[in-house]
């Protein structure tokens, strides 16, 4: 059974922004140099290995597709606002993802897969550059979040009944921890924390946190080293 926490992550306050951490340089962000990291063969340790969890299902196994889209000005991430009427994460802004099927062959078929079937992005217009440690969330889901570049004239055709939203971030922007903000609560018991990056858009906010944003923030350590 899961019990979903019910709050406005938006009304929780902002414990700490880290600006004193630094930027991914924008030599460590370019399609060559990722390409590169990926194909290393190093060990390193996440700053964030998921959740604590709230659910007491067994856990799951899924993947989502970290889609880098390649932009003349630079890298943006593909990100998806899920609708409310889904059961899990309803309203969120995620990944394009999900669980893994019986039929994939690996988390980057889930990947790719979840991908198509929400918002139309085709496996060709993926190259994939690697997969980041599980990422495990407080519904129970173990997450692979995979990495790819995405070609930027990509079709969109998101999936009505899941996704409410398609919007691009510039990875520079989430790259850079000043704009990384702390967040910490007491919920059934327990202290919650997390990071939040809200990215505005025009006149449109894009709240980005919790499991996508933990995601994002290994991302960045991963980057960094």
Do not use: C
């Not at 990100?79 to 893994?100: C, D, M, V, W, Y």
């Not at 889930?110 to 969330?137: F, K, N, W």
């Amino acid at each position: 059974m899961t019990n979903l926490p019910i709050f406005d992550p938006r009304s929780i306050p902002v414990m700490a922004v880290d600006t004193h951490l630094p930027k991914v340089s924008q030599q460590a962000m370019r399609p060559q140099a990722l390409a590169q990291r990926f194909a290393q063969s190093r060990v390193w340790t996440p700053e964030l290995a998921g959740e604590p969890r709230f659910s007491s299902r067994t856990a799951v196994a899924a993947s989502v597709l970290v889609p880098l889209v390649l932009r003349e000005n630079g890298l943006t991430v593909l990100l998806t606002e899920r609708t409310t009427n889904l059961s899990s994460h309803s309203g969120q802004i995620a990944f394009p993802g999900g669980k893994a099927d019986p039929e994939d062959a690996n988390p980057i078929d889930t990947a790719l897969r979840e991908a198509q079937e929400e918002v139309g992005l085709v496996r060709r217009d993926v190259d994939i550059l690697g997969s980041m440690p599980i990422y495990t969330t407080g519904s129970a889901y173990l997450v692979t979040p995979v990495v790819g570049l995405v070609n930027p004239h990509y079709t969109m055709k998101p999936n009505p009944h899941e996704v409410a939203d398609v919007f691009e971030v510039p990875l520079a922007f989430l790259m850079d921890p000043a704009n990384h903000r702390h967040h910490l609560m007491e919920w059934a018991g327990a202290q919650r924390e997390w990071f939040s990056m809200p990215y505005t858009d025009g006149t449109t906010e894009h709240y980005i946190w919790g499991a996508t944003a933990g995601m994002l923030r290994n991302l960045y350590r991963f980057l960094l080293d």
